[in-house]
Nanobody, 121 residues
């Protein structure tokens, strides 16, 4: 199995910063994509940022220029640096990883348990 463990959420004032971390562990041959999604109360889960093997990134328009996704391949860990936070960034943030567990095996999506980010005005 594969486990994703997130950390770094919390309460911050508008304009502040937080850094989220997500470490993947378990039976892993390769991780093709790692990313962050968020879900605010009463809303659907939405993409925040993706990091694809090779360094390609994709950000939601609402976070471009404020959030930065990065990865430590040796640690199978993805980070989300969040700057200039706004109250509308308040949500539960979920880590996602597209994992290949065996060399010739299929890719499969895994999710973390979520970490709460609250931005006060």
């Amino acid at each position: 199995q594969v486990q994703l463990v997130e950390s770094g959420g919390g309460l911050v004032q508008a304009g502040g910063s937080l850094r989220l971390s997500c470490a993947a562990s378990g039976s892993i041959y390769n991780i093709n994509v790692m990313g962050w999604y968020r879900q605010a109360p009463g809303k659907q889960r939405e993409l925040v940022a993706l990091l694809i093997s090779g360094g390609i990134t994709n950000y939601a328009d609402s976070v471009k220029g404020r959030f930065t996704i990065s990865r430590d391949n040796a640690k199978n860990t993805v980070y989300l640096q969040m700057n200039s936070l706004k109250p509308e960034d308040t949500a539960v943030y979920y880590c996602n990883a597209n994992v290949q567990r065996l060399r010739f095996g299929p890719n499969q999506d895994y999710w973390g348990q979520g970490t709460q980010v609250t931005v006060s005005s």
